[in-house]
């Protein structure tokens, strides 16, 4: 049986231009959010970039020392600083934005989505243009999967009591699930694909392991954010007209 809470060694190896391209990406990302007025899905974003750069450099490079940054095989703090500020910020708000769209059922989200992915999928390949691949980072999991398994098993625990005592309309679990789990796998995978995680023996238990824990962990609590969040305001921070 497999044991989802046991060690593994995310990897990825990438260029400068691959940073340089996915910034720009980012950037036009959010604008294009600012000029569809999805205000609530900027800020959300905004705040998954900010919480998974607490978590990747707070945590896991300055408490847990399991994060690893390396350029041209030396480690420097400024670059892994720099390194894990656009990492976090990259994957912070595309998964954020990409969650937040999926449980609101956008009107648009079919386009969101593939926005979203076809730049994940297609990226690495345009900055492929520069064979270099001078920045490395890896992290250990063993001292925080443990922890993810109880914060998952917690989170739909609480939904599932939530449907079976609640009067209210039940929250389909397995929507939760699909989009918990393709929003990890879809960037897991194209960084499989793309040789930015190298092939390896442990690439499937990665990619299964990841997909199934590190995001999908926080949808019950995000559904109920945005639940509460949409009880008030619309998605342009207006104040929800009450009948």
Aim: proline share 2%.
């Amino acid at each position: 049986m497999l044991n989802i809470l046991t060690e593994i060694t995310p990897t990825r190896n990438f260029s400068l231009t691959y940073i340089i391209l996915d910034s720009i990406f980012i950037a036009f990302f959010c604008i294009l959010l600012t000029v569809k007025k999805r205000y609530a899905t900027l800020l959300w974003s905004l705040l998954g970039g900010i919480l998974y750069f607490i978590v990747d450099y707070g945590y896991f490079h300055l408490i847990s020392h399991s994060r690893i940054i390396t350029y041209q095989g030396n480690q420097s703090e400024a670059i892994t600083f720099w390194v894990l500020l656009w990492m976090s910020m990259s994957y912070g708000i595309t998964n954020f934005a990409f969650i937040w769209l999926a449980l609101k059922k956008d009107k648009y989200l079919k386009e969101w989505l593939l926005l979203i992915i076809l730049w994940w999928l297609i990226a690495p390949s345009i900055a492929s243009i520069d064979t270099s691949n001078p920045v490395m980072t890896y992290r250990t999991t063993g001292q925080y999967h443990f922890f993810m398994g109880i914060l998952l098993l917690i989170g739909y625990f609480i939904v599932i009591l939530y449907n079976i005592f609640s009067k209210q309309a039940k929250i389909n679990l397995f929507h939760l699930l699909l989009i918990g789990i393709s929003v990890q796998f879809a960037w897991e995978f194209s960084l499989l694909i793309n040789g930015i995680r190298p092939l390896n023996e442990a690439s499937l238990k990665t990619i299964i392991v990841n997909s199934l824990l590190e995001t999908n962990l926080g949808l019950p609590y995000m559904y109920f954010l945005q639940k509460l969040f949409f009880k008030h305001y619309n998605e342009d921070f207006t104040k929800l007209k009450r009948i």
